[in-house]
């Protein structure tokens, strides 16, 4: 079973600020998932990727499969980027999802 | 752009009754999902279904639990008998194919009383 870590739990950021949310697994994947969850609840998925980097506007996601971590940065904060971000990632073999705790971001203006 | 549709969006019921929480996904794919969250706790897999069978459930999925797709564009899940601690949000999820991400539906918090 994949162990799905994410640091920190909690960020609190002034608005433009860049911000790193970091997340590390414990067996090896064959992609991995970067979710926001929004405040009324509801999931978005932003991401999904299997090497190196991948950019949507202001957000980026870089993975390192041989050490089995994953970042999620986020240029020029905005109060509206206010969230929980989620990563998950696939049981080896199959589509289903062990998510991690998340991370609760919030941007002050 | 398509989306997952999930109704209602919050169901208030009580323990010992059956409920059925309903999904539309979106419509051209064909791997079907359901999560839950239970408050402050994070998502948990509950079981995925593809070609009108289930594919995987969890230890969470048992014999209370059930999924069905009774036509071309409805996923439901059935809890027979509900508990206090199926007080959770439920979200129904699908892709095209398994190995492309899953869109997510906003959701159907249930509250059990």
């Known amino acids: 079973k994949n162990e799905v870590e994410q640091s920190p739990q909690n960020l609190t950021a002034q608005e433009g600020e860049f911000i790193t949310i970091n997340c590390s697994y414990s067996v090896g994947i064959s992609a991995l998932h970067w979710l926001q969850q929004h405040p009324g609840g509801g999931i978005v998925s932003l991401f999904m990727l299997s090497s190196g980097k991948k950019k949507h506007g202001r957000l980026i996601a870089t993975i390192n499969i041989q050490e089995k971590h994953s970042s999620l940065h986020i240029t020029a904060s905005h109060p509206r980027d206010s969230a929980v971000y989620i990563c998950a990632v696939p049981n080896f073999g199959n589509e289903k999802l062990t998510f991690g705790t998340g991370t609760r971001l919030t941007i002050i203006p | 752009e398509p989306e997952v549709t999930q109704t209602p969006s919050h169901q208030v019921t009580q323990m010992g009754q059956e409920v059925i929480l309903r999904c539309v996904p979106i419509?051209?794919?064909?791997?079907f999902y359901w999560y839950r969250q239970i408050l402050g706790q994070k998502v948990e897999f509950l079981v995925s279904?593809?070609?009108?069978?289930?594919?995987?459930k969890s230890e969470i999925f048992d014999d209370q639990f059930s999924v069905e797709r009774p036509d071309g564009s409805n996923f439901t899940l059935k809890i027979r008998s509900t508990k206090l601690e199926d007080s959770a949000m439920y979200f129904c999820?699908?892709?095209?194919?398994?190995?492309?991400?899953?869109?997510f539906g906003d959701g159907t918090r249930l509250s059990i009383l």
């Open positions: 279904f593809y070609n009108n069978e289930i594919s995987e």
């Open positions: 419509s051209n794919h064909l791997y």
């Open positions: 999820a699908s892709n095209s194919y398994s190995n492309q991400p899953q869109h």
